[in-house]
């Protein structure tokens, strides 16, 4: 079954204990964390994640598209984040970075950008849980998903089949039902969806369809 992160970039953050109830069947919820230099906007802290942690159990996925992320992984590990991803292209030595990120027992991801290929992150696919598959360019939620991504999440899954790597493809950006058939079939393990799930109407319906479609593309690619 494929698994929903509800990136909370788009609830409302007035109201953020109320919004992540919406999202009840979620197994997991996404945290966007920006800080104004490795993308132009800037979002929330180790702060944010300490208040979600109080109010929910659910796996915190924490997306880090900062700077030096070597100088907050301990903050944000102690605010309660389950997984800590990086983006390969913010780190000056990535394997070090996962090292730290396990040191401070949470689970490790590394991120790409739409034009980062797999062969810049190769060499650490064996020491990660999560690789995050960019489907627009980090930075703001609510932008058009890029389906020229699509082929890059294919070849990773067929790496990640024939090497045996435990390791599971998020795919983060523009997410919706009517592309989320198309990603699970190209290997998606994790689909984030922002704007799609707090933009709609109800969140919660609008979350189960995302995941029945993109399971009945799952099966259908199985049989
Ligand atoms: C983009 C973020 C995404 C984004 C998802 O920089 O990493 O997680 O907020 O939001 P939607 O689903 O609206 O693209
Ligand atoms: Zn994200």
């Known amino acids: 079954m494929i698994k929903i992160a509800p990136s909370i970039l788009s609830a409302d953050f007035s109201n953020l204990g109320r919004d992540v109830t919406k999202v009840k069947e979620a197994e997991w919820i996404h945290v966007d964390v920006m800080d104004g230099h490795?993308?132009?906007?800037?979002?929330?802290?180790?702060?944010?994640?300490?208040?979600?942690?109080?109010?929910?159990?659910?796996?915190?996925?924490?997306?880090?598209?900062?700077?030096?992320?070597?100088?907050?992984?301990?903050?944000?590990?102690?605010?309660?984040?389950?997984?800590?991803?990086?983006?390969?292209?913010?780190?000056?030595?990535?394997?070090?970075?996962?090292?730290l990120i396990r040191k401070n027992n949470c689970k490790a991801g590394v991120s790409i950008k739409p034009k980062t290929g797999v062969k810049d992150i190769e060499s650490v696919l064996d020491k990660v849980d999560l690789v995050i598959?960019?489907?627009?360019?980090?930075?703001?939620?609510?932008?058009?998903?890029?389906?020229?991504?699509?082929?890059?999440?294919?070849e990773l899954k067929s790496l990640v089949n024939k090497r045996n790597?435990?390791?599971?493809?998020?795919?983060?950006?523009?997410?919706?039902?009517?592309?989320?058939?198309?990603?699970?079939?190209?290997?998606?393990?994790?689909?984030?969806?922002?704007?799609?799930?707090?933009?709609?109407?109800?969140?919660?319906n609008e979350l189960r369809e995302i995941r029945e479609r993109a399971d009945k593309a799952l099966n259908k690619n199985s049989k």
């Open 38 to 99: 490795f993308v132009p906007n800037i979002t929330i802290g180790p702060f944010i994640v300490k208040a979600l942690r109080k109010i929910t159990d659910k796996f915190l996925d924490v997306h880090l598209m900062i700077e030096n992320p070597e100088k907050y992984v301990e903050s944000f590990a102690e605010a309660g984040a389950d997984l800590i991803t990086v983006h390969a292209e913010a780190c000056k030595n990535l394997e070090g970075l996962i090292e």
């Open 133 to 154: 598959v960019m489907t627009v360019e980090p930075g703001f939620g609510g932008q058009k998903f890029m389906p020229e991504v699509v082929p890059k999440i294919r």
């Open 165 to 204: 790597l435990p390791l599971e493809i998020e795919v983060d950006g523009g997410v919706n039902r009517d592309n989320c058939s198309e990603i699970a079939e190209a290997g998606a393990d994790v689909l984030v969806a922002g704007s799609a799930i707090f933009g709609s109407e109800n969140p919660a």
